[in-house]
């Protein structure tokens, strides 16, 4: 009887870690708490039900014209649910060294960035932000961020639907066909 006890309370305990760890891995995308450029912490569920375009950015890249475009994005398809979220970094050439009000004025001067803008951030490294934690984690490739402008798209399931390189413009058919996927699911 005691071995019978021990079997049944190991077995469930374990079909219970298990269905705890599924719930915690679909869930994960949505827990990770994130800091506003103008200083306010939240976390990822305030996109729940979004498509999300994750773009690690720069204001002194040659890539930095990129803003243009995830603004023209972010304006076409923000009413059906998605969102452009930048996260200043400063680890490729030290091409982001201004602070976050200095990287915000620039942004919406230059670019006219109305999309969410995150508190710099390394997307790399020791120091990497737990979003590209998660998003090299859960990724399909494990290739390290290699540059400025490297896009990750977020399902409304929270989960990653593609990955585009640092050459991929925004308004490219790969991204825009990506979306529009993302945001029928």
Not at 5 to 22: D, H, K, R, W
Request: aromatic fraction near 12%; include cysteine.
């Amino acid at each position: 009887m005691i071995k019978f006890s021990l079997m049944f309370f190991l077995t469930t305990s374990f079909l219970g870690v298990i269905a705890f760890a599924q719930n915690v891995e679909s869930s994960q995308f949505y827990d990770i708490e994130v800091e506003s450029i103008e200083g306010k912490t939240y976390t990822l569920s305030e996109y729940q039900g979004k498509v999300v375009l994750i773009v690690n950015t720069a204001s002194k890249c040659g890539y930095t014209p990129q803003y243009k475009t995830l603004q023209s994005l972010y304006e076409q398809y923000k009413g059906k649910g998605l969102v452009v979220l930048g996260m200043p970094c400063n680890q490729f050439g030290s091409q982001e060294p201004g602070t976050e009000a200095e990287i915000k004025k620039f942004c919406e001067l230059n670019y006219g960035v109305t999309f969410p803008l995150l508190k710099k951030a390394d997307v790399r490294g020791p120091n990497q932000h737990p979003l590209y934690q998660y998003l090299l984690k859960e990724s399909s490739s494990s290739k390290d961020i290699s540059w400025n402008f490297e896009k990750f798209l977020i399902g409304r399931d929270g989960k990653i639907k593609n990955r585009f390189s640092t050459g991929t413009t925004p308004l490219s058919k790969a991204v825009v066909s990506s979306i529009k996927r993302a945001l029928k699911d």
